[in-house]
């Protein structure tokens, strides 16, 4: 059965751009949580998706967004991006939101460097 | 949101027991204890979860107290590889999100 696979696994990108980074559950997965991962702030919660909905969004700007598609893939985008977004994405899919005591599944990330 | 309390670090010998403690005083009745770890640069990896009777798989053992205030995990014969940060999680409660605290960075030494 395979993983979490998110794209791409490296990216730079400069500063005022936009990025869309993507994740492909584990298949029968319907919800999609997206984590950025810094040094200095460790795993810090974005938004979780469920069945195309967002169920929960963490404390970040308006330039965090993200979206789930039917098959429960989901994108998440950072637009005009700032040095500070330089960080390692992760994105972890479960059977069902992750309040109904399910485990959840990791990918790799996707590591921004923003210059 | 319930916490949890991890030491910041811990040394453990090749070949030996790692015994990971935990603190979640204020679990509530029906939540369960989950454990991840993340091997540097790696994505989170889950490696068991429990209620109140102690869990055992192919990765670790998970001991919980009876009052279930405190956990913890157990890797039976730790190796080089093991050395990671692990993480004690409660699940989130209502809408909110699974949080990650700084977790124990376990260093196993030759």
């Known amino acids: 059965k395979a993983g979490v696979t998110q794209t791409p696994r490296y990216l730079i990108k400069t500063r005022g751009q936009q990025v869309t980074l993507s994740c492909s559950p584990i298949?029968?997965?319907?919800?999609v949580s997206w984590y950025q991962q810094t040094p200095g702030q460790g795993l810090q919660f974005l938004f979780e998706?469920?069945?195309?909905?967002?169920?929960n969004k963490g404390n970040f700007p308006g330039r965090f967004s993200g979206r789930q598609f039917s098959n429960s893939r989901s994108e998440m985008n950072v637009s005009t991006l700032e040095l500070g977004d330089s960080a390692l994405y992760l994105c972890?899919?479960?059977?069902?939101?992750?309040?109904?005591?399910?485990?959840?599944?990791f990918g790799q990330g996707t590591r921004l460097t923003v210059v | 949101d319930a916490k949890t309390t991890q030491p910041p670090s811990m040394d453990c010998a090749e070949g030996r027991a790692a015994n990971l403690p935990c603190n979640h005083s204020?679990?509530?009745?029906?939540?369960?204890v989950y454990w991840y770890r993340q091997i540097h640069s790696q994505g989170p990896q889950y490696i068991i979860h429990?209620?109140?009777n102690n869990e055992t798989n192919e990765m670790a053992s998970l001991i919980i107290t009876e009052d279930r205030k405190s956990s913890t995990l157990i890797l039976p014969h730790a190796t080089l590889r093991d050395t990671a940060v692990y993480y004690c999680?409660?699940?989130?409660?209502?809408?909110?999100?699974?949080?990650f605290g700084a977790g124990t960075r376990l260093t196993v030494k030759p």
């Open positions: 972890a899919s479960s059977l069902s939101w992750t309040g109904a005591n399910t485990e959840a599944f």
């Open positions: 204020t679990i509530s009745g029906n939540e369960y």
């Open positions: 298949s029968g997965h319907r919800s």
């Open positions: 999680i409660l699940p989130p409660r209502g809408n909110n999100d699974m949080r």
């Open positions: 998706y469920f069945s195309e909905t967002q169920r």
């Open positions: 429990g209620l109140k």
